[in-house]
Structures are given as structure tokens and as C-alpha cells.
């Protein structure tokens, strides 16, 4: 075969070969998958014990789910992403009925309707309602990103996207799932061109729904208040146990910590030790090098995020890729500062540690949307 022919040959090779997988982002997804549930059992094997008799009351699910989602990831990141264009709107109907639905039929717990019992297990909605708004907003923004500096495209379909979901997550209440969709829809505007005026004006229109809020649902302001009278001084409040505790547990762990499986506080001393405040048993068993490893690997899954957004083939799989990692990274950092007492105590769970079948299902699914939108990316660099 002439030389010619042979280069026009390994080139059409090249360009029909599938796409490889994002190494750096899924080791860095899988580690902390494997370090998630590694904490998990060693922070939750007391509670099981002590209140279900079965120390692996929760981390035998979570693994299942675990196994569910890295399947489902490995399938998602084969299935072109631009499919998202055609389910963005049913998935947003979907998340409004699934919200309203658990107001109606949901199970409370601590004063809070966030779950819908489905018997086998339960459905928390606003996970899917996270996913539900970075689908559209991307959807929105790659349609009209050149007509975001204006107030029919670049504002007002967001705003009532944002207040519809806003509105009815804080009637179960769900003060942390609120924030983070409000943090994740405001993030993508801006990456998107939003003009800047309309933040300010947004800011605005956020305090007047905030007072709407307060008339409209009265039960919030208690709510909310002690929550920051709480953080003002847990020591002397009376419901500042968690945070006390939590505050000890990180004490305790020192530069090294006590060790894996050594901590004190699990041992019904901080409630739920191993949904938000997970982090506190970390420290406790890793010390500062375990609580800065746990960091290092969020920073990191940030900055892969970037590259994969910054290289993405078109502008709809850049904003997934920017919901996506500000999802999780934003509420990474609300945990650790909820669990540090930087932030009054909002109920937020930690991505990939936290237990809760339902988060982790769809972390690892927006995960395989990510890795898509990285193999895209190889193939335009083809």
C-alpha cells in the first residue's frame, strides 16, 4: 500500500475508533465512591447495631446502589448526551409532579417531608429535581446563548424554573436542597451570559420572595431561627447537640486521627454520623490528612470538570458539565462548613459519603453524562 494511502487508512482508523474513557475524571469518581463507602460502614456500623441490630443496616444498600450507579454511569457515558434536548422539558414535569407529590403522600421526618416510601425503600425528589434544572438550563442557554444579555431569554425562563422548584421544596421544608438549586441555576446563568444587571435585580427579587415566603409560610421563620441561633453558640444553645458534637469529633482526630473504625462520637454521640455529618467521623478516624484528602479529591473533581467543560464540543454538554460539578462540589463545601460551624446547620449530605440511595444513583448518572461529554470531546479533537 502506497505511503499515502496508508496514512489516509490509519487516519480514517483513528476517527471511527471509539472514543477512549476520561482516566483522570473516573478514577477520580470511583475513588471517591470506594472512600464514600469505606467511611460510611465504619461511621454507621454502631447506629445499625444499636438501633436495627445489624451493623450493616446501611451500608448493605448503599452498596447495592453503589453497584447500580457505576453501571448505570458506565451506560450513560455511551449514550450521546444531546438525547438530553428531547427529555429536558419531561424531566422538569417530572420533578414538579414528584415535589408536589411528596407534599401530599410523603414520609416526615424531623419535621421535614422530603421522601416518598416506595415501600422497598424511598425516593427523595429534590435529587432529581438537581439534575431536572441543570438539564434545562443547559437546554435553555445552548439555544439562546446569544441572546442571554436580554430579559425574555436570559432571565425569565430561569426565574420560573428556579421559583417553581424553590417554592415547593420550601414547603417540605428543605432549606439546603433550596440553596443548592438556587446556587447551581445562578452559577449556570452566569457561565451562560446572563448580563450582570439582572443579577442585581435578582438579588432583589430574591429578598421580596424571601418576605413573600415568610407571610406565606410562617412555620419557616422558627424554623430558619433557631437554626441560626444554634450556630451563633451551639455550646450554650440547647439544640446545638449535633454541632457540639461534631466539633468534638473533629477535636478528637488531631494531625492523624484515632484511626479507621476508632472513633468515639459515632457511637451515638453525633446523631446521624453517617448522613451530614459524616465528614465530623472522617476527621475524627483520618484527622486533618484524612479531612484534606476528602477536600483534595472535590478540588480535584472541580478541576477535571473545568477542562471537560472548557473542551466540550458544543456549548449544551459545557453547561452540563458546569451544573453538574457545581452541584456537587457546591454542596460538598456547604457540608464541610456545616459540619465545621462556618454555616448554621442547613441538613445538607455529603456527595459519594453521605448514605441516601436515591443521591447517589443519580450522582453517579450525571457522572455518566459528564464522562459522554468528555468522549464527545475526544472525538471533535479527532
Known amino acids: 500500500m502506497p505511503p499515502q494511502a496508508k496514512a489516509l487508512h490509519a487516519l480514517a482508523k483513528k476517527r471511527t475508533a471509539r472514543p477512549p474513557l476520561d482516566w483522570p475524571l473516573l478514577i477520580i469518581v470511583l475513588t471517591l465512591v ?61 420533578s414538579i409532579t414528584l415535589l408536589v407529590l411528596v407534599l401530599i403522600i410523603g414520609s416526615e421526618y424531623n419535621g421535614a ?25 443547559a437546554h435553555i442557554i445552548s439555544l439562546n446563548h446569544d441572546k442571554m444579555k436580554t430579559f425574555r431569554y436570559g432571565v425569565l425562563p430561569f426565574l420560573l424554573v428556579l421559583g417553581t422548584i424553590a417554592g415547593l421544596m420550601l414547603l417540605e421544608p ?35 420572595g424571601i418576605a413573600g415566603a415568610v407571610l406565606l409560610v410562617p412555620d419557616l421563620v422558627p424554623y430558619a431561627m433557631t437554626r441560626i441561633e444554634m450556630w451563633q453558640d451551639p455550646f450554650t444553645d440547647p ?12 477535636a478528637s482526630g488531631g494531625l492523624t486521627g484515632l484511626g479507621i473504625g476508632n472513633s468515639r462520637q459515632k457511637h451515638l454521640y453525633v446523631p446521624e454520623p453517617y448522613n451530614d455529618f459524616i465528614f465530623s467521623i472522617t476527621c475524627e478516624e483520618l484527622g486533618f490528612i484524612g479531612a484534606l484528602l476528602v477536600i483534595f479529591l472535590f478540588v480535584a473533581l472541580l478541576l477535571r470538570g473545568i477542562y471537560v467543560a472548557v473542551n466540550a ?11 453538574v460539578i457545581v452541584q456537587i462540589t457546591l454542596q460538598a463545601a456547604l457540608n464541610i462548613a456545616v459540619v465545621t460551624n462556618t454555616i448554621p446547620n442547613t441538613g445538607i ?8 440511595g436515591t443521591s447517589l444513583v443519580m450522582l453517579l448518572c450525571e457522572m455518566g453524562v459528564v464522562l459522554n461529554v468528555s468522549r464527545q470531546s475526544a472525538v471533535k479533537r479527532l
Open 34 to 94: 470506594g472512600f464514600g463507602l469505606v467511611m460510611l460502614f465504619s461511621a454507621s456500623y454502631p447506629a445499625g447495631y444499636y438501633r436495627f441490630g445489624d451493623s450493616y443496616e446501611f451500608i448493605r444498600p448503599q452498596m447495592f446502589y453503589a453497584a447500580v450507579g457505576i453501571i448505570a454511569m458506565f451506560v450513560i457515558s455511551h449514550i450521546d448526551y444531546h438525547i438530553l434536548h428531547r427529555f429536558a422539558l419531561p424531566l422538569m414535569a417530572l
Open 349 to 356: 449530605s455529603l456527595p459519594f459519603f453521605s448514605s441516601g
Open 239 to 250: 439544640n446545638g447537640y449535633q454541632t457540639v458534637q461534631s466539633l468534638y469529633a473533629i
Open 113 to 137: 417531608k422530603r421522601w416518598i416510601n416506595l415501600g422497598f425503600d424511598t425516593l427523595q425528589p429534590s435529587e432529581i429535581a438537581k439534575f431536572a434544572v441543570i438539564a434545562l438550563f
Open 174 to 208: 428543605h432549606l439546603s436542597g433550596t440553596v443548592i438549586i438556587l446556587g447551581i441555576g445562578a452559577i449556570m446563568m452566569f457561565v451562560g451570559g446572563t448580563g450582570l444587571v439582572w443579577f442585581g435585580l435578582g438579588i432583589g427579587l430574591g429578598a421580596v
Open 313 to 323: 464540543r458544543d456549548k449544551f454538554g459545557s453547561m452540563l458539565v458546569v451544573g
